[in-house]
């Protein structure tokens, strides 16, 4: 009712005694249904008043427009941004709106630990030799079967596991291309991934994304037309950092554009585990019938990034990426997969998951309801159905450089927009997360963000 527009902003809800009464339910469970809608910033309390109306969706701010970026490549030069802010960002005591990966308390610490404890009982000395430079056979397996949720059917031989999906990623682009070859990205995307593209000495050819739909498919096949690019590199579920996601009917056309120029891309899925809406997003590859897409993969977001455990199923260059893996890497720690095979034989992993996806989903609502509330009437921000980020963009008078250094000098950091950007754009933007579980010193940093931003603007 409050998003229908039933109940507006500030006006009073049903006591809890007539909620018992008109629906029967219990005390308990009206109080319940009123403590949940106030974790996720839907109501207030008020003492010796009752529940009122706090948040909206009707009343959210505008989406970001589709991204509009230079229609020519660039060569990548986000290192040293990215230098000089994580070394302000590291500054002791600070609050965080950052977060790589969820907080430790939404993650399945303590059954991981026994699945260590149980490895250190049993194992005798098989971890210390070099493993298969593929990757542990039985956890190979659990990823095989994992992949079905994705809506594709994948033999363990067809994975090699890798040290986190940045790993994967490097190695799928310089299985495909060189120096000086053009990558296809989205507009923003991951600083991560322009960091691999940067250090190959490849350039980066940003294309128009939408912040709900993802990439312009139109854009893409004109470049593929022009022969722009030799390979593409996409997040296609819940991108960071704007949280788009691309219908799967929308990637089922991409994969035949894929076919049709016989182009390779590269699809970073690690965030498709983390849907707020029941069904999970399928994947590009798994409409891929050539084996044009290599897709890579980890646990880093929704079990434990320090494990750096991720994978690639690379299709048909599968060998040369097997090369380039013993040529970087010989394999992957050994240790690792054998605790998280562990974990994976004794735990439901999709218990773990569907509790972390709803904990992310009332994170995600928290963070939109303080921007709503503290940031400058016309702010834009992502509404994304999964993922941990939100794209917030500021009126265009606000740089968010000399925000975000009035911000650290405040205790507080996040991450600039333009550092997701192989072009000078981006200056009033920043990417905020839903990766940390909301409290006071969260909601004091977004007031406080959006007061400094409404300064920048007198």
């Known amino acids: 009712m409050i998003g229908g527009g039933s109940y507006a902003v500030g006006d009073k809800l049903p006591s809890v005694r007539s909620l018992h009464l008109e629906h029967g339910i219990s005390i308990s469970t009206a109080l319940q249904v009123y403590t949940h809608l106030e974790k996720t910033g839907w109501v207030e309390a008020r003492e010796k008043s009752g529940y009122f109306v706090r948040y909206s969706h009707n ?3 505008a989406l970001p427009p589709v991204s509009n970026p230079l229609p020519t490549a660039c060569q990548v030069q986000v290192n040293e941004k ?71 059917a994948v033999l363990p031989n067809e994975i090699i596991v890798t040290n986190g999906a940045i790993e994967a990623a490097v190695l799928c682009l310089r299985a495909v291309a060189k120096a000086g070859d053009t990558i296809a990205i989205e507009s923003p995307t991951f600083f991560g991934l322009l960091l691999g593209i940067e250090s190959l000495g490849m350039k980066a050819l940003e294309i ?33 950092p704007l949280g788009s996601c691309m219908p799967d009917s929308r990637k089922e056309q991409l994969a035949k554009l894929l076919q049709q120029y016989q182009v390779p891309m590269i699809e970073d899925d690690v965030y498709g585990d983390l849907h707020f809406a029941p069904e999970r997003p399928r994947t590009v590859k798994s409409y891929d019938e050539e084996g044009l897409v290599m897709y890579c993969s980890s646990w880093s ?34 240790l690792p997969q054998l605790v998280l095979t562990k974990f994976l034989d004794q735990q439901r992993l999709d218990l773990h998951l569907k509790s972390l996806r709803q904990q992310l989903n009332i994170q995600t609502m928290q963070m939109t309801r303080a921007i709503q509330e503290y940031f400058p009437a016309d702010t834009q921000l992502t509404r994304p159905n999964g993922g941990i980020s939100l794209w917030v963009v500021l009126p265009p008078k606000v740089n968010t450089w000399q925000l975000h250094e009035a911000a650290v000098a405040q205790g507080i950091t996040f991450t600039p927009g333009s550092l997701f950007s192989s072009q000078d754009r981006y200056h009033n933007c920043i990417r905020l997360t839903n990766a940390n579980p909301w409290d006071e010193d969260q909601e004091w940093a977004v007031q406080t963000l959006g007061r400094l931003s409404s300064e920048q603007l007198k």
């Open 208 to 240: 128009p994304t939408d912040p709900v739909t993802g990439i312009s498919l139109d854009a893409l096949e004109d470049a593929f037309k022009k022969k722009k690019v030799q390979a593409c590199l996409f997040v296609t579920n819940y991108n960071n």
């Open 59 to 61: 009343i959210r701010p």
């Open 301 to 334: 977001k929704s079990i434990a990034a320090g494990l750096r455990i991720g994978w690639v199923i690379g299709g048909r260059y599968h060998e040369r990426i097997a090369q380039l893996k013993f040529m970087t890497s010989a394999a992957t720690g050994l």
């Open 82 to 152: 990215l230098a000089m802010f994580r070394k302000t960002a590291s500054a002791q005591k600070t609050i965080s709106l950052i977060g790589a990966s969820p907080e430790t308390s939404l993650l399945p610490t303590a059954k991981l630990k026994r699945a260590l404890q149980l490895c250190a009982r049993e194992l005798d000395t098989s971890y210390i030799p070099y493993g298969d430079i593929s990757g542990y056979e039985p956890f190979r397996r659990h990823i095989a079967k994992h992949c079905l949720n994705w809506g594709r």
